[in-house]
Nanobody
Framework: QVQLVDSGGGLVQAGGSLRLSCAASGRSISLYIMGWFRQRPGKAREFVATISRNGASRRYADSVKGRFTISRDNANNTIYLQITSLKPEDTAVYYC??????????????????WGQGTQVTVSS
């Protein structure tokens, strides 16, 4: 099975940018649909973005479209989430996840079996 380690979070001012990383080990991430989710304070975990196994297809939550970009580097077994134009409401713990689903993309929490430990993003106003 694959192990995922998230990193790259931090404290940033509104309007700023961050790049989150998710390093995988144990198996090649090319076998998995990959995604990012987040959990805001007091809220349920929510879908942010997903990317297909070969990186050709992506899907985003409406709340992050145009500001967040998911990408993957299968050769280095890593996925990324580039976040720009950060807003205070983006404050959350961000998790990467891997799915063995049969579809091209996966945006439901239940489709993911493997999860990183999360990385905190805090946006100050």
């Amino acid at each position: 099975q694959v192990q995922l380690v998230d990193s790259g979070g931090g404290l940033v001012q509104a309007g700023g940018s961050l790049r989150l990383s998710c390093a995988a080990s144990g198996r090649s991430i090319s076998l998995y649909i990959m995604g990012w989710f987040r959990q805001r304070p007091g809220k349920a975990r929510e879908f942010v973005a997903t990317i297909s196994r070969n990186g050709a297809s992506r899907r985003y939550a409406d709340s992050v479209k145009g500001r967040f970009t998911i990408s993957r580097d299968n050769a280095n077994n890593t996925i990324y989430l580039q976040i720009t134009s950060l807003k205070p409401e983006d404050t959350a713990v961000y998790y990467c996840a891997g799915s063995q689903g049969m579809a091209v993309l996966a945006s439901n929490y239940e489709e993911y079996r493997y999860w990183g430990q999360g990385t905190q993003v805090t946006v100050s106003s």
